[in-house]
Structure formats: structure tokens, C-alpha cells
């Protein structure tokens, strides 16, 4: 019941951030929300809390309350967002050039947490020129279709995570685990 609070807590926050300015009732005689927003935010963050909470603190682990790592997911924000524009650059450099070998390799990530595991694929997804494919549920390891496949990649039986998505193996690691 503690996560489901705590999950409760944190959707209906980003819910009101994401809405302030929408109503006359607010703080300090500023109009942020209207009835019918604060209303429709509690709903959905229910909906929410009852579908993520799991993920966002399962088991009574309330790693993710914490505010110091929702600090830590938004100064990774940054260095995903450069690496998704090298990505672009890279993809377009290689539709034009034609200089693409596509193929799957399988990364082992070490991820002992469901939400590590979905914070790399998606943001490996989220990164032109890669697709999170497929989970190893036992072993955590994420098949992930690439644009280019380097020769001394295909070779092997799993393949380097900095190699494919640079650095955020280390940034989910610091996130979620």
C-alpha cells in the first residue's frame, strides 16, 4: 500500500506539472487548475498507480521515491538526448551512403530490476538506427536489432553494451538499481 502511495503521489505531480495553467484555482491568487483537472489528475494517477507501481516501487522497495534519483533520470535526460542526435546524423549518413549491415546482437545487461531493463530498452528504441527487440526474462539480456554491425561484433555470442548504446547501461544501473 506504501508504493501504491508513493506511485499515487508522484503520477499526480507530473499530472498537475504537466496541466498547471488550466483553471482559475491555484497558489498565491494564480489561476493553475480547474476543478475538473484536479478531478480528471486523481483518476488517472489511480489508473496509473494501480498499473505501475510494480515498476515504480514493487515490493515495498522505494528506491524510486526517492528524489535524488528522479534528479539523476533528468540530468540523464541530457546525454540521451546528444546521443540520440549523433544517432540521427549517423542513420541519415548511412540511408544516403547506403553503408548499412543490419542484424540482431544480444546485449547482457546484468539488470536484476524490470524497470532497468525497461529504461535501456527504451532508450535504446528511443535511439535511431536500434530496436530493443526482444527480453531474455531469466537472464534479463535484450536482443536488439542494429543498423550497422561492426565485423568484430558479429562474431561474438553477446556484444559490448557501450558499443551499441554507450553509456546507459551505466545510467539505468545508477537510475533504477
Do not use: Q
Amino acid at each position: 500500500m506504501k508504493g501504491y502511495a508513493a506511485t499515487f503521489v508522484v503520477a499526480l505531480l507530473v499530472y498537475l506539472f504537466l496541466t498547471a495553467g488550466s483553471g482559475d484555482i491555484g497558489l498565491f491568487g494564480v489561476g493553475l487548475w480547474s476543478m475538473e483537472e484536479i478531478v480528471v489528475g486523481i483518476v488517472l494517477s489511480a489508473l496509473v498507480s494501480a498499473g505501475t507501481t510494480r515498476l515504480f516501487c514493487g515490493d515495498s522497495d522505494m528506491r524510486m521515491a526517492n528524489p535524488r534519483r528522479w534528479l539523476t533520470f533528468i540530468v540523464y535526460l541530457f546525454p540521451f538526448f546528444f546521443a540520440m542526435a549523433k544517432a540521427n546524423f549517423d542513420v541519415a549518413y548511412r540511408v544516403i551512403t547506403g553503408k548499412i549491415k543490419p542484424g540482431i546482437v544480444r546485449i547482457k545487461t546484468g539488470f536484476k530490476k524490470d524497470l532497468s531493463v525497461l529504461l535501456l530498452g527504451n532508450s535504446i528504441t528511443l535511439t535511431p538506427g536500434t530496436l530493443t527487440v526482444d527480453i531474455d526474462d531469466e537472464t534479463n539480456d535484450l536482443f536488439v536489432h542494429w543498423i550497422n554491425i561492426r565485423p568484430e561484433v558479429k562474431e561474438k555470442v553477446y556484444c559490448d553494451p557501450k558499443i551499441v548504446c554507450g553509456s546507459f547501461v551505466k545510467w539505468a544501473r545508477r537510475i533504477s538499481e
